[in-house]
């Protein structure tokens, strides 16, 4: 098995989903009791022309207008990750996973192979193994596990190499514990299904006739 952990940076325009505008992804895959890295990616992404950059993303994760400008569209980036994705089974990591999953099942068209994949989430692990903590957010779960905060926090490779810490504590207390031996017990606790593509019943009624 393969973890892939994952994080998505994103602008959220009024009345429509978020579009990403960076992805990280750090792969992992357990020898001897740990878990080793085995690669990373890590690319902006041109958002569409209707989307701006805000002042308050460029405070937020210190990404402005000017450094997408030259980046490839959200469609090339994730299909160029979804290629490097050739050594199954994997699973996919972030911290509240569903946002992610959102994101990935947006793009399904560009990345199959991400958007088939089953996701863990290490919101729900830690509720598992540490319940009874006042906030579940990543800065916390950092806190508690004495992580330092990264440089960048709010940029998508630091916030992925900071999930990719909590997700080796979480396995290896909640194993520690008895909470889960197999991928089956970590799906049951803290898995979450992709998410299916947006369908457009329009279009499809009008490709019938």
Known sequence: MTFVVIDFEGLTPAGRPAEPIEVAALTLRPLDGRLVEIGRFEELMRPPADVPVTARDVQLKGITQRMLTSAAPAA??????????????????????????????????????????????????????????????????????????????????????????????????????????????????????????PTAPEAEQSALF
């Open 76 to 197: 090339e980036v994730m299909a160029q990750l979804d290629a490097r994705l050739t050594a199954h089974p994997y699973r996919l990591v972030a911290h509240h996973a569903s946002t992610e999953a959102g994101i990935i099942a947006r793009q399904a068209e560009h990345c199959p192979v991400l958007a088939a994949t089953p996701l863990l989430d290490t919101l729900r692990l830690a509720k598992a193994v540490v319940p009874g903590l006042g906030s579940y957010g990543l800065d916390s779960l950092l806190g508690y596990y004495g992580i330092p905060k990264p440089a960048g926090r709010h940029r998508a490779m630091p916030d992925v190499a900071v999930t990719a810490q909590v997700l080796a504590r979480l396995l290896d207390e909640g194993c520690a514990g008895g909470q889960w031996r197999t991928l089956l017990e970590l799906d049951a606790a803290a898995g979450l299904q992709p998410k299916r593509p």
